[in-house]
């Protein structure tokens, strides 16, 4: 009795008693916020480079990247023709007979404005064929294309199409993939360009019966050449200027806020890489750059303004060489270094490109292939020989100190900024 007397007197003490939750108090110093201030907070990570240990400054950017269907663009291009009976009414079509009276041999032209084209090869696109038959007799359509070839085999193709009537015509479709096609554009004197030839004829079924061929029949053939892509082309392309006025950005330098940045030994280039086997001219109008405080400075010097030429490329093939050539500004023909010295956040650069500014001088044989490309680089890499003079840079970042009360948490505390140089 007296053991369990003693048992319930501990229960009833255990429960009356209330743990009460440690709390501590301690004075800390810890780094909560590390941030270094160096050279590399100048420029983003494209610009600024190291060579054996040493900065240099890298203000190469491509202001423009030409590529092969820029040059050539084919566009959507629909034959569309019409055959009917003209002049005999309900013309007897025997089986196996030739509804149009035979093969259709037609040239037709591309419109490529000043583009004078001997022969492309196709990266991809179709050919969408539709055609109705009105007569009540099974068809067969042959469709050639003589100019064509693909691994040395001319385009041939031939389709059924099923009996319609003149209220309710048969309609035929089919797409063809044009992809890896080379196309002779000489037309069919062999000596035109922008032109090619096609060859259709109607079949009637050679097993169906004779079906009337009467004036009320047309039939109508539709053939749309359409998302046309060139992976080579040869001809003439055109006397042609391509004008752009580009915004470089380096808006890393906005950290710029006062003072006075002095850089030496400095060059920058405008250059041009040419891919195509065509002759050009180009001319830089203008390079100005603005800084974080919204000063401008122009770019003087160094030929802004002239002309230059820009020699095709040489090569084919496997041997494709592009051709360069670039305005050089330096602390001797321009004011590069107060150029660069303002520490611009925006370059704005404004040329202009002429495609063949003599005409056509390669009698037909301008050339362009899959890797050819015409390239527009502004380009400056030098030493970082710098000199300082109350020059202030910034640096922002977000502290974010997310307690819980419930838990280890800040009470007071005090800031403190080390710095080394």
Request: aromatic share 8%; net charge negative.
């Amino acid at each position: 009795m007296k053991n369990t007397i003693f048992i319930l007197l501990l229960i009833t003490l255990a429960a009356s008693c209330k743990k009460e939750q440690t709390v501590w108090e301690s004075d800390w110093s810890a780094p909560i916020i590390n941030d270094t201030l160096t050279l590399a907070n100048l420029v983003n990570d494209s610009t600024l480079a190291e060579n054996s240990g040493f900065y240099e400054l890298d203000l190469t950017r491509t202001l423009f990247d030409l590529d092969i269907n820029e040059v050539v663009q084919i566009p959507d291009t629909t034959i569309q023709e019409e055959f009917t009976n003209l002049g005999w009414d309900n013309l007897p079509i025997n089986p196996g007979a030739s509804v149009l009276g035979g093969l259709q041999e037609e040239e037709h032209e591309m419109v490529l404005e000043d583009i004078q084209l001997k022969k492309i090869i196709i990266k991809q696109g179709v050919i969408e064929i539709r055609i109705e038959n009105p007569l009540d007799v099974n068809l067969s359509f042959e469709l050639n294309l003589p100019g064509y070839t693909k691994d040395g085999v001319p385009f041939d193709v031939a389709y059924p199409i099923t009996m319609g009537s003149v209220s309710n015509p048969s309609v035929f479709t089919e797409t063809i993939d044009l992809t890896g096609y080379e196309i002779d554009l000489t037309g069919l004197s062999g000596n035109s360009y922008n032109r090619f030839v096609s060859r259709v004829d109607v079949i009637a079924d050679s097993q169906g019966q004779v079906s009337n061929f009467g004036n009320e029949h047309i039939i109508l053939i539709d053939a749309a050449f359409k998302g046309i892509k060139v992976d080579y082309a040869r001809g003439y392309f055109g006397n042609r200027i391509l004008y752009d006025i580009v915004d470089v950005d380096l808006s890393a330098l906005d950290i710029y806020q006062s003072g006075a940045l002095d850089l030496s030994m400095l060059s920058l280039a405008f250059e041009i890489e040419n891919g195509i086997k065509v002759g050009a001219q180009g001319i830089l109008n203008s390079i100005s750059n603005e800084n974080a405080l919204g000063t401008v400075v122009s770019l003087t010097g160094g030929g802004i303004g002239n002309a230059f030429n820009i020699d095709p490329a040489t090569g084919t093939w496997g041997s494709l060489t592009p051709s360069s050539n670039s305005l050089s500004f330096t602390s001797g023909n321009s004011n590069i270094e107060n150029y660069l010295e303002n520490l611009g956040t925006k370059h704005t650069v404004d040329y202009s490109i002429q495609l063949n500014p003599w005409g056509n001088t390669s009698g037909t044989w301008d050339e362009i292939y899959p890797n050819s490309t015409l390239k527009v680089k502004l380009h400056a890499q030098m030493p970082l020989a710098i000199g300082l003079n109350d020059l202030i840079l910034e640096e922002t970042f977000e502290v974010d100190l997310n307690q819980d009360v419930e838990k280890t948490r800040i009470l007071s505390g005090e800031l403190i900024l080390n710095t080394s140089n």
